[in-house]
T-cell receptor, first 114, second 112 residues
Framework: GAGVSQSPSNKVTEKGKDVELRCDPI?????LYWYRQSLGQGLEFLIY????????KSGLPSDRFSAERTGGSVSTLTIQRTQQEDSAVYLC????????????FGPGTRLTVL | GENVEQHPSTLSVQEGDSAVIKCTYS??????FPWYKQELGKRPQLIID?????GEKKDQRIAVTLNKTAKHFSLHITETQPEDSAVYFC???????????FGKGTTLSVSS
């Protein structure tokens, strides 16, 4: 079946603008994660959604970052008033929900803030 | 919170040699440890994982060992091949079970 998809694949924006990144998880997966990968770095956890439970937002680096998941499926990560340090690849992953289950990653969105 | 350290940051081996990557974690409550492989320009993909109730797991040329007392785990790749060249990330599940905390990655280069 189809894997995790993300759009856009690349996004170039100017400092101070808002951006929205989209994630379509694998159908039926109840858990959805957002990570950020800066150049040459590991993956940094941002936020976690599980079903209808309150999301774990503990990884969001500032109040400029927010995310929502509508209908338990598609998720949108929004970055307001972008800064140059926000430049990174934003990866979405989904899993079937149990903590030990494999997280399947999307191809990522490469965000460049000029 | 959980912190994961990974070594070495780069590793170069000859085809056919073994490669070992080591990680340490800080939260003794962590109980799930996956390893991901990321080829250049591609998404991370799970290659092997281990839960805290076992000490070793093997899958063909890949093995992972876990020492809960010392809070470290290692990836072992035997008979390396050029297609094993990639960045490898270790990770530990946080105590809440809501996120993987990743190491900074090891760039493995296998030369033929």
């Amino acid at each position: 079946g189809a894997g995790v998809s993300q759009s856009p694949s690349n996004k170039v924006t100017e400092k101070g603008k808002d951006v929205e990144l989209r994630c379509d998880p694998i159908s039926g997966h109840t858990a959805l994660y957002w990570y950020r990968q800066s150049l040459g770095q590991g993956l940094e956890f941002l936020i976690y959604f599980q079903g209808n439970s309150a999301p774990d937002k503990s990884g969001l680096p500032s109040d400029r970052f927010s995310a929502e998941r509508t209908g338990g499926s598609v998720s949108t990560l929004t970055i307001q008033r972008t800064q140059q340090e926000d430049s990174a690849v934003y990866l979405c992953a989904s899993s079937s929900g149990l903590a030990f289950n494999e997280q399947f990653f999307g191809p990522g969105t490469r965000l460049t803030v000029l | 919170g959980e912190n994961v350290e990974q070594h070495p940051s780069t590793l170069s081996v000859q085809e056919g040699d073994s490669a070992v990557i080591k990680c340490t974690y800080s939260d003794s409550a962590s109980n799930y440890f996956p390893w991901y492989k990321q080829e250049l320009g591609k998404r991370p993909q799970l290659i092997i994982d281990i839960r805290s109730n076992v000490g070793e797991k093997k899958d063909q040329r890949i093995a992972v060992t876990l020492n809960k007392t010392a809070k470290h785990f290692s990836l072992h790749i035997t008979e390396t091949q050029p297609e094993d060249s990639a960045v490898y990330f270790c990770a530990a599940m946080n105590q809440a079970g809501t996120a993987l905390i990743f190491g900074k990655g090891t760039t493995l280069s296998v030369s033929s």
